[in-house]
């Protein structure tokens, strides 16, 4: 039975040739990633292809699914420059993808072929009109849409340099994952969205939907899923409890993040739950 990780980044030589020949960000300087965020010291390393296949053997994960991640910064830029630093992108993996069984991809923005699906910012659900297009193409492909956290702000001097990672990135996914089930689901009902990270922890707050009138039942949708990186066992037994173990699916958010502790959270549910979060949904998903 085939295993996946259904949240992992990979950057190709052609989007790192790309990042480094930029002068505003996102771009690569020396070990050192600026985007509006600020600047991040990184491991092209982590970038390797080899090296990401040994991460998943030691993990026991047999196929990764790549996107290219928004929290670069790529909505505040324009058309061309967007356009460019995708296709890059787009353009090393389809060879990676060629090259290997071990790797799979959500194409970013828009559908592609030989693509498992679309990855979008989180922003973009925020206006569904101007977003319309891309998700009729999803509903009528059976394409999974994955929804990763947008970038934010470089965090203010006054503030850890934490904040963005515990409050900006999950206010942002739980303002999607609150979008669509207000205005989303109803217009694409069988559209198959997978948040990353538990929506930000958009379910916890179904409690407090409930008291503003919304009937929570309608949260319980068979094509609505939360992907569990940076999570640990709390969160992601509260989701198991709320909407049942076949909406959830395993991701790691590597190399952005160590992947042990949740990984180490979903063995320790048992083995018919990890292979439900593994195997089941994602082969339902993305196979």
Same mark, same amino acid.
């Given at each position: ?25 996102? $771009?690569?300087? #020396?070990?050192?990633? @600026? ?6 010291? %990184? =491991? +092209?390393?982590?970038?390797? &292809? *080899? ?34 630093l995708e296709e890059a992108w ?20 828009? $559908?592609?072929? #030989?693509?498992?699906? @679309? ?6 659900? %925020? =206006? +569904?009109?101007?977003?319309? &297009? *891309? ?40 303002e999607a994952y609150v979008m ?81 502790p949740t990984l180490e959270a ?22």
């Open positions: 039975m085939t295993t996946y990780d259904l949240h992992q980044h990979l950057w190709p030589s052609g989007l790192v040739a790309e990042l480094r020949a930029r002068t505003a960000p996102p $771009l690569l300087a #020396g070990d050192e990633l @600026v985007t509006c965020e600020g600047r991040f010291v %990184l =491991d +092209l390393g982590d970038h390797d &292809p *080899v090296e990401r296949v040994r991460r998943l053997d030691a993990d026991g994960i047999d196929v990764a699914v790549l996107s290219l991640q928004p929290s670069l910064g790529l909505e505040h830029l324009s058309t061309d420059e967007c356009s460019a787009v353009e090393g993996i389809r060879t990676l993808l060629a090259e290997s069984t071990r790797f799979a991809a959500f194409s970013p923005s828009v $559908l592609r072929d #030989g693509f498992r699906g @679309v990855s979008l910012g989180s922003s973009v659900l %925020l =206006d +569904l009109d101007r977003a319309a &297009p *891309v998700l009729d193409a999803a509903a009528a492909a059976d394409a999974l849409v994955f929804v990763h956290p947008n970038a934010g702000l470089e965090t203010r001097a006054d503030r850890p340099p934490w904040w963005e990672w515990v409050v900006g990135y999950p206010a942002r996914m739980q669509w089930l207000a205005e989303g689901r109803h217009r694409w009902p069988s559209l198959k969205v997978l948040f990353a990270m538990l929506a930000g922890g958009g379910p916890f707050q179904l409690e407090r939907l409930a008291r503003q009138g919304l009937d929570v039942r309608s949260t319980l949708d068979p094509n609505t899923f939360l992907e569990v990186s940076t999570h640990g066992r709390r969160a992601i037994e509260l989701c198991i409890e709320t909407f049942g173990v076949d909406q959830l699916a395993y991701g790691s958010d590597t190399p952005v993040v160590d992947s042990q979903v063995r320790g549910f048992g083995d018919a739950v990890m292979h439900v979060l593994q195997s089941d949904t994602p082969g339902r998903l993305v196979a």
